[in-house]
Antibody, heavy 121, light 107 residues
Framework: QVHLQESGPGLVKPSQTLSLTCTVS??????????WTWIRQHPGKGLEWIGN???????YYNPSLQSRVTISVDTSKNQFSLKLSSVTAADTAVYYC?????????????WGQGTLVTVSS | VVLTQSPGTLSLSPGERATLSCRAS???????LAWYQQKPGQAPRLLMY???IRATGIPDRFSGSGSGTDFTLTISRLEPEDFAVYFC?????????FGQGTKLEIK
């Protein structure tokens, strides 16, 4: 059973950089066919795809966030990370990491529990 | 691709049938259309993928259908644990989007 767990500060000041890490257990992040994904959900709202990364390092970023987002992977630690720069209150959200299965079908099959990040001074 | 779900809120009683709609702004491959269920304080859970394939452990009262721009999630007989928010999601042409969600509430 694959398990994902987000970690990082729950409070970030405006204009600073939000940094989160997702630790994957129960499976290798280097397994082919999966993209490791960050998604966020503003309070009481829908889901927004932030971006994803393949174990080789190739990335996709949501065009609306692309200028501020960096996703990286550390296969030795079985982790991937999110950095979102120049944050504002609009970046306050629950941030989820998830595994995206890509192949004949495409879907998010495993999710972390989510972590609330609040942007406030 | 913009996904529009309707209705925004659906009020039904246990035992009733629920029909949730997901309409895409342009054609989506059925292979890349998925549905998720989210309960308060929890992460979304995969329900359906390939538009009509139930994920592991999902009861057969859940079914999915559709193609092109119109997709439907049907719950044949609502159980108390089915009242939640449901999202559709598409992947295609290097874009990934969710619908805004349908809240299924107890009438």
């Amino acid at each position: 059973q694959v398990h994902l767990q987000e970690s990082g500060p729950g409070l970030v000041k405006p204009s600073q950089t939000l940094s989160l890490t997702c630790t994957v257990s129960g499976g290798s992040i280097s397994s082919g066919g999966y993209y490791w994904t960050w998604i966020r959900q503003h309070p009481g709202k829908g889901l927004e795809w932030i971006g994803n990364i393949f174990y080789s390092g190739s990335t996709y970023y949501n065009p609306s966030l692309q200028s501020r987002v960096t996703i990286s992977v550390d296969t030795s630690k079985n982790q991937f990370s999110l950095k979102l720069s120049s944050v504002t209150a609009a970046d306050t959200a629950v941030y989820y990491c998830a595994r995206y299965h890509s192949g004949s079908w495409a879907f998010l099959d495993y999710w972390g529990q989510g972590t609330l990040v609040t942007v406030s001074s | 691709v913009v996904l529009t779900q309707s209705p925004g809120t659906l009020s039904l009683s246990p035992g009733e049938r629920a029909t949730l709609s997901c309409r895409a702004s342009q054609s989506v491959s059925s292979s890349y259309l998925a549905w998720y269920q989210q309960k308060p304080g929890q992460a979304p859970r995969l329900l359906m993928y390939g538009a009509s394939i139930r994920a592991t452990g999902i009861p057969d009262r859940f079914s999915g259908s559709g193609s092109g721009t119109d997709f439907t999630l049907t719950i044949s007989r609502l159980e108390p644990e089915d009242f939640a928010v449901y999202f559709c999601q598409q992947s295609g042409s290097s874009s990934y989007t969710f619908g805004q969600g349908t809240k299924l509430e107890i009438k």
